[in-house]
């Protein structure tokens, strides 16, 4: 007699906790492991230290673009200021440490919860706006926000910047890169676990229903205008962490950063990662961290090259160029981003060799 083996072609569940489960498989939870364990130990060692830079800058940029995904993908709000909630978080966490002299785990969070409450005083125009006239308001918020980090000398230092002190956690100097590489996985993989959890609980699930129909969501009984400023509040505390910890990691910061091109990145990087989606976040991160690199070592072999120069090409507008170029791919072969081509070929190892 022949035997029959079977292959999923779908998930089925049988009870709800099934469903809330992050990890569906214990092959899941072995991969994950896995994949921490080269996290944190064999990437340290085998890194050199410009890739242990990227690595940082990678990092940090998952946790401000979570933030901006809990928002945008999740709720369905847009919002042109995350840049400069960025800078805020930066600011916050550089005067808490200098000003204060609070030690750096307090300062980071702290920094966070200032911003989360200023992103909310920026929200608040969503309760009556949406859509175009939404985005033209945290446009200007971008601008203000601009404008007071550069002006207000007397908290900012204007254009001469602050400079923090040398970092320390619990007593101890972080040394270097490395050290650093540490807090940051440590602190993304905490606030991926938080996003995750957020996303599973009754606010996650307001968020959405709002992002697919907020009159019907109003109509079950969800408040609409405080779970949406609740979602710019969130955001905005990803964004004040993350920039509070680049800050750190930094030792020094001034205002030109935080200006409407970062906002523009962030925005790229969860579209192309893919909306609604806290590991697509990630993959946006790694996306656009590496195709600035990538352009920017470009840049510097056209221009040593001489090519530049003798063609009379002018390669700053390269970066902008190259960024609207992938936003506009992706929206046209992959609009659900990264993260949907993870879980294609992730699907295809799972089922192989059948094609469903």
Not at 64 to 91: D, K, P, R, W
Request: net charge positive; with cysteine; glycine share 12%.
């Amino acid at each position: 007699m022949r035997k029959i083996h079977l292959h999923p072609c779908g998930n089925f569940r049988e009870r709800y906790d099934l469903e809330l489960t992050v990890f569906s498989t214990d092959f899941g939870r072995l991969w994950a492991g896995i994949g921490l364990m080269i996290l944190f130990a064999f990437v340290p060692l085998l890194a050199s230290p410009y890739m242990m830079y990227v690595f940082n800058m990678i990092g940090i940029a998952a946790i401000a673009a979570i933030g901006l995904n809990i928002l945008i993908g999740f709720t369905g709000q847009i919002s042109l200021g995350h840049g400069a909630f960025f800078g805020v978080g930066a600011y916050a966490g550089a005067i808490f440490a200098t000003a204060l002299h609070m030690p750096m785990f307090v300062s980071i969070p702290a920094a966070g919860l200032v911003t989360a409450g200023i992103g909310m005083i920026f929200g608040i125009p969503s309760g009556r706006l949406k859509g175009l006239y939404l985005t033209i308001a945290t446009l200007a918020g971008q601008f203000i926000i601009e404008y007071v980090l550069i002006h207000w000398e007397s908290l900012t230092k204007g254009t001469m910047g602050i400079t923090l002190p040398p970092a320390r956690l619990l007593g101890l100097p972080i040394a270097g890169d490395i050290g650093f590489y540490y807090i940051i996985f440590i602190a993304l993989a905490g606030m991926v676990w938080i996003a995750i959890n957020l996303m599973r609980t009754r606010y996650g699930r307001a968020f959405i229903a709002i992002r697919d129909n907020d009159r019907a969501a109003e109509g079950m009984g969800i408040p609409i205008f405080p779970y949406k400023l609740l979602s710019f509040g969130i955001s905005s505390f990803y964004a004040g962490f993350a920039g509070a910890l680049w800050a750190f990691y930094m030792g020094s910061i001034t205002a030109e950063p935080f200006n409407l091109g970062l906002s523009v990145e962030y925005i790229a990087m969860v579209i192309i990662g893919g909306l609604g989606s806290i590991s697509g976040s990630i993959f946006g991160a790694v996306f656009i961290t590496l195709l600035n690199e990538t352009l920017r070592f470009a840049t510097e072999l056209l221009m040593n090259t001489g090519i530049v120069s003798q063609s009379g090409l002018n390669v700053a507008p390269l970066r902008e160029f190259v960024f609207g170029l992938a936003i506009v791919l992706f929206i046209l072969l992959e609009p659900r981003g990264l993260a949907e081509v993870w879980r294609i070929i992730r699907s295809g190892f799972r089922l192989w060799p059948f094609s469903y």
